[in-house]
Structure formats: C-alpha cells, structure tokens
C-alpha cells in the first residue's frame, strides 16, 4: 500500500511561475524523499528532509516538513518547461528499510 | 562516478515464462532495493538486500526472488509470469550507514503478453 499522497494529482503553470506540490503521510519517519520521474524513466533523487528538518533548500527547490501535521511541501520557484515530469514524495518509516511513495504529481510548465 | 545500471532496458515475455533483470549500484553503495512501478502509480517495494540477505520484503508473492552478489550487484527474479507483472522495474541503491538515501536507475520496462 502506498504511504504517501501527493495534491494536485495534476499541475499546469507558465514557465516563470512557481510550482507548489504537497505530500501528507500517515506514519512516524526517519525522513521525506523528493523525486523527479521524466516520462516513466527512472527516478532522479531531489532531496532529503530529515524528520528533525524544518526547511530545506537546493537550487530553486525549496522543501518544507512539518511532522505534527504529517506534511511536507515541495517549491519550485521560476518554472521552467525543462521542470515538466511527474514528482514524488517518498518517506523512509522508522519501522523499516522500504521507501514509501504516493502517486505522485504531475507537472506540466508551459512556454 | 557511476551510477545505478540497470540491465535489459526493455523486455517481452509471454505469460509463464521466467525473468532476470540486474542491477549495478552506485559506487560505494552496499544495500539494493527493487520496486514496482505499474503505469500511473508510484514505485512499490518489492525487497532489499543487503550483505547478500534478503533484509526486507514487501507485500509480493514469492514468485518475485532476488540475489545480492559479493560485488553489491543484484538481480530479480520473476517466474510464472502474468500480465500483471507488465511494468517498470527499478532498482535503487543506497549506504546502509546511511540516511537511506536511495538513487535509482533508469528501470527496465517488462513487457508480459
């Protein structure tokens, strides 16, 4: 069963505009996983919050958790088309050594 | 500095017969995860090795096996195949002393008609 959940399912912006993805998850964890996914190729690792984390950054990625909600954020700032693919969120469980993924959300950045 | 290999890119079986798919780690990785990943879907945990020993197991009949070899590699194994195993397969790899950080290769496409 999948852990996390992705919101939207689906996002459309303009390249320029920011692109914001949220995570919920239902179990304690170790940390929360970013991924990119461009048209069902393999997964490319964005960034690793770690449950003791408020606030990350890495480029134009921003990423925030906030554990008493069970919620993480994804920020994309300055869209660019080359953005466009599916995102997803992956928490590690204190329970074990799986990464658990939601469906992800995918993104599509407009000229 | 490599990273995750997976081989074949692409396969096409017929239902019942048998697959290997394989996998190279990053370097300096020790531990290997395989997933699932149905059209549409997020990636499913299928099992890790680690020290050549299956370390965890998801929710997948034991149709689906697996191998670590001394060198870290792995493969998969899928017998008695059904159409539903059509998807993409990866592998990711990680640091057991790690954060579990986990890279990923491009997957191999397992077609099952």
């Known amino acids: 069963s999948q852990q996390g959940e992705e919101d939207p399912q689906a996002l459309s912006i303009q390249e320029g505009e920011n692109a914001t993805m949220n995570c919920s998850y239902k179990t304690s964890i170790n940390n929360l996983q970013w991924y990119r996914q461009n048209s069902g190729r393999g997964l490319v690792h964005l960034i690793l919050i770690r449950s003791n984390e408020r606030e990350k950054h890495s480029g134009r990625l921003r990423v925030t958790l906030d554990t008493s909600k069970k919620s993480s954020s994804l920020l994309i700032t300055a869209s660019r088309a080359a953005d466009t693919a599916s995102y997803f969120c992956a928490t590690d469980p204190n329970s074990g050594y799986a990464l658990n993924f939601g469906k992800g959300t995918s993104l599509l950045v407009t000229p | 500095d490599a990273g995750v290999t997976q081989s074949p890119t692409h396969l096409i079986k017929t239902r019942g017969q048998q697959v290997t798919l394989r996998c190279s780690p990053k370097?300096?990785?020790?531990?290997v995860s395989w997933y699932q990943q149905a059209l549409g879907q997020g990636p499913q945990f299928i099992f890790q090795y680690y020290e050549e020993e299956e370390r965890q197991r998801g929710n997948f009949p034991d149709r689906f096996s697996g191998h670590q070899f001394p060198n870290y590699s792995s493969e998969l194994n899928v017998n008695a195949l059904l159409l539903g195993d059509s998807a993409l397969y990866l592998c990711a790899s990680s640091l057991t002393s790690g954060d579990n950080e986990q890279f990923f290769g491009p997957g191999t496409r397992l077609t099952v008609l």
């Open positions: 370097s300096g990785h020790d531990t």
